[in-house]
């Protein structure tokens, strides 16, 4: 399962002030230190979740200085990483995983948690893709149930799929940037069987300001399994 102050549709909305700020005010820049956006044509692609501006120099220079130790193996340096994150995020070094980028995560769990002899994945329509994609590639059924209209993820209907192995909750949604409820969500958890795992994509929670919002990761302690 998996703080900038801002929601994904306020981030558009003020995107859009922005822009049309930049149009009635063009003297209107970015800070003079930052670079020209490295894409092409300088177009910023905002849907590809990329950095246009490239590597800080501080991330550079840190790159630069592990060179030296790009050949040897990483899993003897994942622990103090692991023990910063138990701590940032009040769990246990146990319940921690590393993954290059979430894709990898998502792809772990869809192996394990789903396939012909495991069960199905449960999962919203629209909803981050990856993970039906490695689903069907272990050979298990994808169930995409669409979302409600706000917006938010079905769970009653989620719930109700039957020889279910993984139900995939991402939230807040990619790529529909909305939210379903905390009490929506708790309530699913608790009622939902302990046989069934349930993973909770919380890639965007920095942007989600709603108070009717929070991250499952403080329920870990009362559903540790």
Do not use: W
Request: negative net charge; contains cysteine; charged residues 20%.
């Amino acid at each position: 399962m998996n703080n900038i102050s801002i929601s994904r549709r306020r981030f558009a909305q003020l995107l859009g002030v922005g822009a049309a700020a930049a149009v009635a005010r063009p003297q209107l820049s970015l800070a003079a230190d930052l670079p020209e956006p490295m894409t092409p044509d300088g177009v910023v692609r905002i849907s590809y979740n990329e950095n246009p501006y490239g590597p800080s120099p501080k991330a550079l220079r840190a790159m630069t200085d592990a060179f030296n130790l790009s050949n040897r193996y990483p899993i003897e340096r994942n622990d103090p990483l692991i023990e910063a994150l138990a701590k940032l995020n009040g769990v246990n070094p146990d319940q921690i995983i590393l993954g290059d980028g979430s894709d990898e995560i998502l792809k772990l769990c869809a192996e394990t948690f789903t396939g012909a002899s495991v069960g199905k994945l449960v999962a919203a329509d629209p909803v981050f893709e990856s993970i039906l994609s490695h689903a069907r590639v272990n050979g298990a059924e994808a169930v995409k149930i669409p979302l409600t209209g706000s917006f938010s993820h079905d769970l009653p209907r989620m719930g109700s799929v039957k020889d279910t192995g993984l139900i995939y909750i991402c939230n807040p949604n990619n790529p529909t940037a909305s939210i379903t409820p905390k009490k929506e969500v708790r309530d699913f958890i608790t009622k939902t069987s302990p046989k069934v795992t349930i993973l909770v994509d919380e890639a965007y929670f920095h942007y989600a300001d709603s108070e009717d919002y929070e991250s499952v990761v403080p329920l870990i302690k009362d559903h540790p399994t």
